[in-house]
């Protein structure tokens, strides 16, 4: 009923940029939160960055101040733009929505299918 389709991973070397993007489809009613998470090889999964409706965002210490969360609430879309990256920052990146749909009272959760980030030396 819903999909989150992420984009935007890719190669690039240490201390450069990329942009990701996420974007929900489906009988949408209410997006309650939007994540960023990533698993890199042999660690579990880990929450990078976040934003609530309204706006409210929040950041792992590793990414602060070299990433930004953002919403756009007319494209049901997040992005995560991350600069200064750092070879530790390879990992795959899910896309992590909580979503009311249109015919229930409660949020349900929803994950996108990975995109790769690998920083180079």
């Known amino acids: 009923q819903v999909k989150l389709v992420e984009s935007g991973g890719g190669l690039v070397q240490a201390g450069g940029s990329l942009r990701l993007s996420c974007a929900a489809s489906?009988?949408?009613?209410?997006?309650?939160?939007m994540d960023w998470y990533r698993q890199a090889p042999g660690k579990q999964r880990e929450l990078v960055a976040g934003?609530?409706?309204?706006?409210?965002?929040k950041y792992a210490d590793s990414v602060k101040g070299r990433f930004t969360i953002s919403g756009d609430n007319a494209k049901s879309t997040v992005y995560l733009q991350m600069n200064s990256l750092k070879i530790e920052d390879t990992a795959v990146y899910y896309c992590?929505?909580?979503?009311?749909?249109?015919?229930?009272?409660?949020?349900?959760?929803?994950w996108g299918q990975g995109t790769q980030v690998t920083v180079s030396s």
């Open positions: 992590h929505a909580n979503i009311q749909l249109w015919d229930t009272t409660i949020g349900i959760d929803y």
């Open positions: 489906g009988r949408i009613h209410r997006i309650n939160a």
């Open positions: 934003i609530i409706s309204g706006g409210v965002t």
